[in-house]
T-cell receptor, first 113, second 111 residues
Framework: DSGVTQTPKHLITATGQRVTLRCSPR?????VYWYQQSLDQGLQFLIQ???????AKGNILERFSAQQFPDLHSELNLSSLELGDSALYFC????????????FGPGTRLLVL | DAKTTQPPSMDCAEGRAANLPCNHS???????VYWYRQIHSQGPQYIIH???NNETNEMASLIITEDRKSSTLILPHATLRDTAVYYC????????????FGKGTRLHILP
């Protein structure tokens, strides 16, 4: 158990819909990262938040957005869903600082029908 | 970030040591070598990391060559639960942002 929690574990929805994925980092970790893993793309970095502020952006679509709240949990919002958004979404957290190890949550499996 | 090269797959007999190689010939002096693994559709699991000295923890040992151009992850007594995709990653010392995952090595532990 990494100490990072993600809800829900599974999500099934229809095209055009909007969903919210939630992540709670390990106690004391200020940084949260979101990654997407689809069958053909492997693990791809989406976005990072540190202490409530966006810190780095990867290949995140404009239809996707995220935020980190004062209690440090984070939410990833996916809207206007398409079939190709079906994937595993992982959250990771780390303390801030040089060479901090990222610890990953169990993931949310999203299926868009 | 320096590029890493890993074999796409490997087999290892249960109870034997699994030695997973990684080539990172373009690594620079401020880059660490990290290893993660992913057991079928679970979140990636941190294993170990190192800069230039060999490292050991309860999960594995990391052997880095003197020129730092390659490394080997050693699982000393592999079990069926070690079947996973293993990722070798090189990350700069002074960065705390994204991890760039390659394709990794799919390790099959054979009973």
């Amino acid at each position: 158990d990494s100490g990072v929690t993600q809800t829900p574990k599974h999500l099934i929805t229809a095209t055009g819909q909007r969903v919210t994925l939630r992540c709670s980092p390990r106690s004391g970790d200020l940084s949260v990262y979101w990654y997407q893993q689809s069958l053909d793309q492997g693990l791809q970095f989406l976005i990072q938040y540190y202490n409530g502020e966006e810190r780095a952006k990867g290949n995140i679509l404009e239809r996707f957005s995220a935020q980190q709240f004062p209690d440090l949990h984070s939410e990833l919002n996916l809207s206007s869903l398409e079939l190709g958004d079906s994937a595993l979404y992982f959250c990771a957290s780390s303390k801030i600082g040089i060479q901090e190890t990222q610890y990953f949550g169990p993931g949310t499996r999203l299926l868009v029908l | 970030d320096a590029k890493t090269t890993q074999p796409p797959s490997m087999d290892c007999a249960e109870g034997r040591a699994a030695n997973l190689p990684c080539n990172h010939s373009t690594i620079s002096g401020n880059e660490y070598v990290y290893w993660y693994r992913q057991i079928h559709s679970q979140g990636p699991q941190y294993i170990i990391h190192g800069l230039k000295n060999n490292e050991t923890n309860e999960m594995a040992s990391l052997i880095i060559t003197e020129d730092r151009k390659s490394s080997t992850l050693i699982l000393p007594h592999a079990t069926l639960r070690d079947t996973a995709v293993y990722y070798c990653i090189v990350r700069p010392l002074n960065r705390d942002d994204k991890i760039i995952f390659g394709k990794g090595t799919r390790l099959h532990i054979l009973p």
